[in-house]
């Protein structure tokens, strides 16, 4: 029998050392199913979403593997002054339970502030965690990180613009904004999903085809005032 984790060496990119991270197979990779914002559910033990950060036991610098690449010494000397003077050798090489996967991210994520990485890079671990917190029911959790995650997300889509590529982070935006009980919101983002002919992406038109009708759904059930867009088209 394969072992679902296998293990891989990197080089960290604050110190230099090298140290060991797990991943999972390919093969175990496979999700059961996934929510409408991108949450996936694996098998019980095999969930690779707990092995994105790889933490150096060294320094204690946690980032994935699209995170900032090369540190330079203004960057490293802030997460030395900030976080690395106070990390305690802890590994995190193997096989991680739900809390570790946790402090791996809440790592990551304060890593990333301090050296101040991509605010994409940011608004995915802080989406993470909140999943991780969904994973448990601990929805208050969820929600208050989930929160993050659209803000930052937002951030993203300012700084680089309405590009037509962009249909999965609009999608995504109306998303959070529907779990975030921000229904107005999240309809002007579908609808910009749907009516924007330069928007090719067939599976999140679709998919925001399909929330907005959700949306509408839940609107007027809850007796909430269908806005304009709402009313010409379905
Ligand atoms: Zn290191």
Not at 147 to 160: G, K, N, P, Q
Not at 193 to 207: E, G, L, Q, S
């Amino acid at each position: 029998m394969l072992e679902p984790l296998y293990t891989i060496k990197i080089q960290c990119v604050c110190c230099e050392r090298t140290f060991e991270t797990s991943r999972v197979r390919q093969s175990f990779k496979k999700a059961i199913r996934t929510d409408s914002d991108f949450c996936a559910y694996y098998k019980e033990g095999h969930n690779p979403d707990y092995y994105v950060v790889r933490v150096c036991p060294n320094c204690g610098f946690a980032s994935t593997e699209n995170s900032i690449a090369v540190l330079n010494e203004v960057q490293r000397k802030l997460y030395r002054d900030k976080l690395g003077s106070s990390w305690t050798a802890r590994d995190y090489g193997g096989k991680r339970t739900w809390e570790q996967a946790l402090q791996s991210y809440k790592l990551a994520l304060l890593c990333a502030q301090t050296v101040r990485d991509k605010e994409r890079i940011i608004a995915g671990l802080l989406q993470h965690i909140a999943w991780l917190y969904r994973y448990k029911d601990e929805t208050e959790q969820e929600l208050r990180f989930l929160r993050y995650a659209l803000d930052s997300y937002v951030r993203v889509y300012e700084v680089e613009g309405g590009s037509v590529n962009n249909a999965r982070l609009m999608y995504l935006i109306g998303e959070l904004n529907r779990r975030l009980d921000e229904p107005y919101e999240a309809v002007k983002w579908f609808s910009r999903v749907i009516h924007d002919k330069r928007i090719v992406d067939a599976a999140m038109i679709r998919a925001s085809r399909e929330q907005w009708q959700l949306l509408r759904e839940d609107m007027l059930a809850k007796k909430l005032e269908i806005p304009e867009e709402m009313k010409a088209s379905q």
